[in-house]
């Protein structure tokens, strides 16, 4: 006997009354098979039903060997009548996405003839695959058309047609059909083979936001969000944007206006710092190299980029060995070792011995670290020839 399918018939139920038909313990849950259900097992992309079966939790189901099981936490015995609750919220969330993914592709195909190939329904957003690429205009009006339908409130039906109804259909579908098949229709938008339970009319929806888009093996990805999924969206965005305007002090639709000119700023005044920056360490490098032969620098304010441009100013004004370090945490420290005549390539194999060195660079400059104290590297600056 098979099980009587509830949720085709009414997308709606979530309460019914049933018969336990078989039930079996499994090793870890009760595996058990109703006379009828209104509990979906996963199928065209969405997800099976979880909810309660006569006081038991109902933790997942699916059609195994072409039965719907619903695996439970406790025993049922057979030929006990059973009431079942499905959990609704999750339902519905999940025939607002479904229901979204046909619509969009329906919409797809009809506004730039390109097909979906590929869905999918996670617990935040559905992904829609487009066999071609779309432009973020044709992204725009392709959010305007799904939420003008959703507007619309158009009915969505389910059906088994006959085999002549059946050759006669227009169906979206990359599979072949087969008699037998049930068919979805969004009127005068989409018609297409599908086993799981939809919504009646595209108003159930409620609300659709095409948040990110991205190139994808030729096409286009789109992350879309339906229903309660896009209100909260909106308002996560909506709620962000508002906290930058405010560290902008800008209205929240001039907020991307006003970080523009901050972060030119800010790059004008970085420029400035460094150009500073490099005059005062030409400075001290003028300085330093008149005074040793092997001129080296220690500076725990030195950045990595600071003892770069100390040791190439120091190279300009000796041709001996040069060098500019801050302090590493953990100890010893970072920096480069520079030679204009170069000859590095050929010192490493001594640094690393002597002043335990790592790192690598050109035959001018050396980059890394030495695990030594201060003292070391000094002298063995000052006996360097
Ligand atoms: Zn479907």
């Known amino acids: 006997m098979k099980t009587e ?118 617990d935040e957003r559905v992904t829609v695959d487009t066999s071609g690429a779309l432009s973020e205009a044709q992204i725009r009006e392709l959010e305007r058309e ?36 049930r068919v979805v229709e969004i009127e005068g938008v989409d018609l297409c083979a599908c086993c799981a ?40 965005r909506h709620d962000a944007l508002n906290e930058v305007a405010r560290l902008f002090s800008a209205k929240p639709l001039e907020a991307a206006q006003a970080a523009k000119k901050y972060v030119e700023e800010k790059e004008a005044l970085e420029r400035k710092l460094a150009a500073l920056i490099k005059e005062k360490l030409t400075l001290r490098a003028i300085e330093l190299a008149a005074l040793k032969k092997n001129p080296v620098v220690f500076d725990e304010e030195l950045s990595p980029k600071d003892c770069v441009t100390f040791c190439d100013a120091l190279m300009t004004k000796s041709e001996g060995l040069c060098g500019a370090f801050a302090p590493k945490e953990g100890g010893g420290f970072a920096g480069v070792i520079g030679k204009r005549k170069g000859g590095m390539k050929e010192l490493l194999p001594v640094l690393r011995d002597e002043l335990l060195a790592r790192g690598g660079g050109t035959d001018e400059m050396f980059h890394g670290t030495l695990q030594a104290d201060k003292e070391k590297i000094k002298s063995f600056f000052g006996s360097f020839s």
């Open 197 to 236: 339970p939809h919504l009646s009319s595209t108003g159930q929806i409620g609300f659709a936001h095409i948040a990110e888009s991205l190139n994808y093996k030729g096409g286009t990805r789109m992350y879309i969000l339906f229903g309660e999924d896009a209100v909260r969206d909106a308002r996560e």
């Open 5 to 122: 399918k509830l949720y085709e018939k009414d997308p709606f139920i979530k309460e019914f009354d049933a018969q336990v038909i078989s039930s079996r313990f499994n090793g870890k849950t009760v595996e058990v098979v109703l006379d009828r259900t209104a509990f979906f097992p996963e199928g065209g992309g969405q997800g099976c039903d979880v909810g309660m079966l006569g006081g038991s939790e109902v933790l997942k189901t699916k059609i195994v060997d072409g039965e719907i099981v619903h695996f439970c936490g406790k025993a049922l015995p057979k030929g006990a009548k059973v009431k079942g609750a499905i959990d609704f919220p999750r339902r519905l969330r999940m025939m607002q996405c479904h229901t979204g993914e046909h619509l969009t592709s329906g919409l797809v195909k009809s506004l730039f003839g390109v097909d979906n190939v590929g869905f999918n329904l996670s």
């Open 146 to 181: 799904i939420n003008r339908v959703i507007r619309a409130d158009v009915q969505v039906r389910a059906w088994y047609p006959g085999h002549h109804e059946l050759n006669s259909l227009d169906i979206r579908s990359k599979i072949e059909l087969k008699p037998g098949v």
